[in-house]
């Protein structure tokens, strides 16, 4: 059964023991999500789909960089652990500029780099708004250049399994 863990931090030194190597390659999905952006609606899409999802938020105050360097260092220890993240959603919270796609192009890199490792992979790049257009322009730019690794980087506009909408608040109290 798929589980939902939040925010597992912090992460402790585990090492990685020989038996890990014997034990069969745990698969992962991480939804990543920016302040202000609604990531339930990817946590649910992926459980009801059979994926043991791990969230990750960005804490108030936490900079989107800070964001992807942990996201980096989460990564890193499912490279230890020999987990392999299959699914990664990328949730923005409506920041545009420079620093937003300076740091989700750290985010895809840090995913994109641990999937090369197992030769597949699909990252979501999910966005409202301003940010929707720059989640595109972003998938649009990285997804070549991983196209050969068995890697897709895709904007969740563009993908055709999205997620619905969560009805309006009237219609779920009936």
Known sequence: MAQTLLNP?????????????LRQRKILSLVVAEEGGDAEQWVRRLRDEGHEV??????????????????????AIANDLGEVIDTAVIVGGGQVGQEAVSA?????????????????GRVLLSGEGDDRFSMMALASAVSPMVRG????????AEHTTHPEPAAPAASRAA
């Open 9 to 21: 931090e912090p992460y402790p030194n585990y090492g990685v023991p020989s038996v890990m190597k």
């Open 104 to 120: 989700r192009s750290l985010a895809v890199r840090a995913l994109t780099s641990s999937m090369v490792r197992a030769r597949r």
């Open 149 to 156: 690794a068995g890697i897709d980087v895709l904007s969740a």
């Open 54 to 75: 791990v969230l990750m938020r960005q804490t108030h105050g936490e900079s989107l960089k800070g964001l992807a360097a942990r996201l980096r260092a989460r990564c």
